[in-house]
């Protein structure tokens, strides 16, 4: 008996089985749904500029940073995870600097980081830099003295540890309702689909790709006064995006649903 | 130079230390705002009545019980808690049993769960059986498709693992509002404060109290169809408590400030 | 100020970064050293003949399966990462399919579990299916009651627990030295090196390919009587690997250096 | 039907159940196998005195302490807890502190961290603080590169993170065989045995206790160059027990059985 009279493993992703469902990333499109508490603030531009491919620019407003914490609830299109609440829940923290391509404003994500599993391999799928790490965020509760809810003089706060080393907090002190949502989030996500060369004759997959995303809600948006500390605990590179000024904290609710990407420029630019 | 010149370590709770704020465990008040998912069930009442100590019965509905589901927020008086939420927050799942003290209707605790060390630490101040596991609950999200919210067919799910093993998994499809919260999440707590004894000299702490409470708060208490499994993977004591009859489940809102216990029994009772 | 002339940022793996000092992952070699126990058992060969791909068969040996607790400590060429416990240390679970490729017998993983998010980006850049699990095993002590040590009728436990599901139990209780070590573990992995696609423009990376591995070092191998329970929580896949047959178990720390891959077969394959 | 015809429910520690066996806490003796790297240094001696309760002077070394990292594993009389490794190991952190009792040199521990619940309750009923922590250290490995081995000239690292903090780190540089195990592991622990009150009608459990232990075993302990670092990133009464002078490292392995309490003085001392 030999394999090769029988159909090859299948799945979306690894691990690669006879029917496919042993896979651990199901195919898009995903749905998301999150509470996000949102900074803005400015990093240096040069700085900014230095995180960013060939293809993207600075664009209409250098230095444009944002810290964003987000808890999300993720369902792929049957929506069977939701039955799972193990399964189907992580938060997550990244940095976006704003950017531009061909003129259009864009967001770029330096630095991501979930704790779970399996959205940090979705994320290097469509190229989020997801890593793993310990964060954390207010939960507004209805009742009671210790559920801080969207009302003005709240403060609702986040913080990022990573290999047990605080990295990254912020508060927000609500003082009313937003006219619209925070402008980097509202932006296409302009990621770099990365995955190493393994053998001799391997060249690197690296894309510029921006994700396809439907579905897009928000809630009214709380505005407020904010603070942010990032922490010199990580590289250089990491402590170059230090806040040089601190500007709006935003709370939130948003929904999308993510279908895919779209290639913006491959890597097989020669000039790389 | 000795030590006995000097004022002892102090705290309200162990690392005692010089000024006291080294105690894990902050002394009470201690606000709660939580999200809880509850069914009820029905249980052996035999089964039950061997989990009550003296000076209880089972009281007029013998065998009520239920699973109860809850993610916390809590702060102590000052509220400082507040401001980091990798330490303000936990989630619980805990049984209760119907009972009554002179004729009094309550609830016991036969077994909890936490997943942070403060509230487990807590509940054996308060003579709350906690121990550790990894508690999720579906958490309600305002938009979006991922985020179930409160309304009829939607589906909330709660699920309990200990040492890696699932014990406890339950669902509530929601038909409406209730008229009134569930009985059992009204009634006072009854444990048995117990500390073992260490020394020859020792005796076990093991008193009977019951929960003070004030500032109780619900919100609108929905109701649906609920099913619920206890997994026998634990002795056979849990095993014993395996639903015989599953009733109804509610989604809610709750809060309220645990201000200390009142004795109901020593242990010295002599029958003992 | 434009970012195009810039150097682009730069890395092994994301985060790209303007140094490449951000990036999750190190550049190969990297250097392993662990603990193993390891248990022979045997499948049925036309369920693991569905997990080959296309040039590979089952060889000599059809059926032969092996289940691998390991805790390893590790490090790249630079040997930084052993100053950071927190950082160098993972656990992982790994079944083992005997086959063969161009008549060379080698060992196909089709599943595998680690506890930290490093070694399990570092499985998917090298093609092993890496995914989160909770993973322990006896650690041998050379004192004591408490710390079982290779020696004739000593026993030692391994498990794994996914999302919170026990999953595989194994123990082994050792009768003596083996003439050599489990014949699985000293033939080369050959795996499937999959990154999804994502644009429409893309193709699946699907490369069959085997571990360039040098400094194999083996200690003297314990070998006793194994027992080992796959737990039907996970799909039907996986439940089609259960042991129908249980062989040896063996206990042995073990070290190599994982130096890169080796292409055995593009994706190209115009008949996939 | 009433209960109080019902034996009471029992066990060692809650949760009480029929049988008892749903104890979280087995009854001592509890047997302990684990790895050992340990750091001598020393603290003010006035800082040290103000964590000595009355009864404990600092005896013939004021300003002697020790940093202690363990890798234990453990099991109860029957040993049943080593089939589980999930459940038999945990890591934790300690300091010591010289001091005497009736002229008897004794070591005080005036913080320790532990990284499992069980070992975190049973701190307590002994009287030892153990809060919650993540802790690791470097594990020796027989082969490899990546698996430092107790010879002259490896390096061996400890760390603890609470909260997603960095609270201590530690590294020994192995010169050669120390004559004897570090002082401070060679003597009695004395613990303050505190349960807090919780109804008007209790006083605190507060009694000044030293463990019983047998069984105890040393291997071969290295000593070595060593660094300590301990973050201010707790209260201020951490932070007075800072080193003011670091001494040698040492690394062993160690095993003891703990069989109860001796108590030293009530808490119905008079003069408190």
Redesign the interface.
């Known amino acids: 008996?030999?394999?090769?009279s029988?159909?090859?493993?299948t799945g979306?992703?690894?691990?690669?089985?006879?029917?496919g469902?042993?896979a651990?990333?199901t195919?898009p499109p995903w749905?998301?749904?999150?509470?996000v508490i949102m900074v803005d603030y400015r990093v240096d531009?040069?700085a900014a500029?230095?995180?960013?491919?060939?293809?993207?620019?600075?664009g209409p407003d250098?230095g444009a940073a944002a810290a964003v914490f987000a808890?999300?609830?993720?369902?792929s299109e049957s929506?069977a995870e939701?039955?799972?609440?193990?399964?189907?829940?992580f938060s997550e923290f990244l940095l976006l600097i704003g950017?531009s391509h061909d003129g259009r404003p864009m967001a770029r994500c330096?630095?991501?980081w979930v704790d779970?599993?399996v959205p940090?391999?979705r994320g290097?799928?469509?190229?989020?830099?997801?890593?793993?790490g310990?964060i954390?965020?207010?939960?507004p509760?209805?009742?009671?003295?210790?559920?801080?809810r969207p009302a003005p003089g709240e403060?609702l706060?986040?913080?990022l540890?990573v290999?047990?080393?605080?990295v990254a907090e912020a508060?927000v002190e609500l003082t009313g309702l937003a006219d619209e949502p925070p402008f980097l989030h509202t932006v296409p996500l302009v990621h770099?689909?990365?995955?190493?060369a393994?053998?001799?004759?391997?060249e690197p997959?690296s894309?510029l790709?921006t994700s396809e995303v439907t579905?897009v809600?928000?809630?009214p948006v709380w505005r407020g006064e904010a603070d942010l500390r990032l922490f010199d605990?990580?590289?250089?590179?990491?402590a170059?995006l230090a806040p040089v000024e601190i500007g709006a904290g935003y709370v939130f609710?948003?929904?999308?649903?993510l279908r895919?990407?779209?290639?913006l420029a491959?890597a097989a630019d020669p000039g790389?």
Request: charged letters at 15%; a negative charge.
């Open positions: 008996m030999t394999a090769t029988l159909p090859a493993p979306y992703s690894l691990p690669l089985s006879p029917s469902t042993s651990m990333i195919p749905h998301f749904s999150g509470d531009p040069e500029a230095r995180f960013l491919p060939p293809g993207l620019d600075l250098p808890e999300w609830q993720w369902c929506g939701l039955a799972d609440p193990a399964t189907c829940q950017c330096p630095y991501a779970q599993p940090m391999v290097w799928i469509q190229g989020m830099p997801k890593q793993f310990a954390h965020q207010t939960r509760k209805p009742v009671g003295i210790a559920g801080q403060r706060h986040g913080s540890s290999s047990g080393r605080r508060g770099t689909r990365h995955f190493p393994w053998t001799p004759d391997d997959v894309d790709v579905g809600e928000f809630t605990v990580l590289d250089g590179d990491f170059a609710s948003y929904a999308e649903t895919g990407g779209r290639l491959p790389r």
